[in-house]
């Protein structure tokens, strides 16, 4: 990874954190975890941070209209699933992504550079959980 991107100690800390989990974290989230190694570091320049890896395409802003933003250590295009119940976001693991690209750049002769689909519904667990 180089975009001309600074790899500064508190940026690889963020990114650290975020590649060791599946749980498309909130900014509060990864705050709370830097913290822990970082004690001086502050919500904001976790933020900042954050903006610069989803510019340079180390991460994803994950924005689905819930008003604020999940991020995720995964850059490479995948598709996320949204629990209506408890608002948690998975990985939806299908070999469609490129597929979809070249079937719509067939039916348009158009390049694809990216696309985005989300699935919303009940979770496995919350799904036990009322029954
Ligand atoms: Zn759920
Ligand atoms: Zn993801």
Redesign the pocket.
């Known amino acids: 990874m180089n975009n001309g991107m600074r790899m500064t100690e508190q940026r690889a800390l963020i990114l650290k954190i975020l590649r060791s989990t599946k749980s ?1 974290p909130t900014a509060d989230w990864i705050y709370q975890e830097a913290r822990k190694e970082m004690p001086n570091i502050s919500l904001g320049t976790v933020y900042r941070n954050l903006r610069v890896l989803a510019e340079a395409g180390a991460i994803m802003e994950l924005d689905y209209g819930s008003g604020y933003s999940r991020y ?1 250590g ?1 850059p490479e295009n ?1 598709y ?1 699933f949204q629990c209506q119940a408890c608002g948690k976001m998975y ?1 939806v693991d299908i070999e469609l992504v490129h597929q979809l690209d070249e079937l719509v750049e067939e039916s348009l002769g158009a390049i694809i550079h990216e696309h985005r689909l989300e699935f919303y519904g009940i979770c496995k667990d919350c799904q036990e959980n009322n029954h």
């Open positions: 498309h995720d995964n995948h996320h990985d």
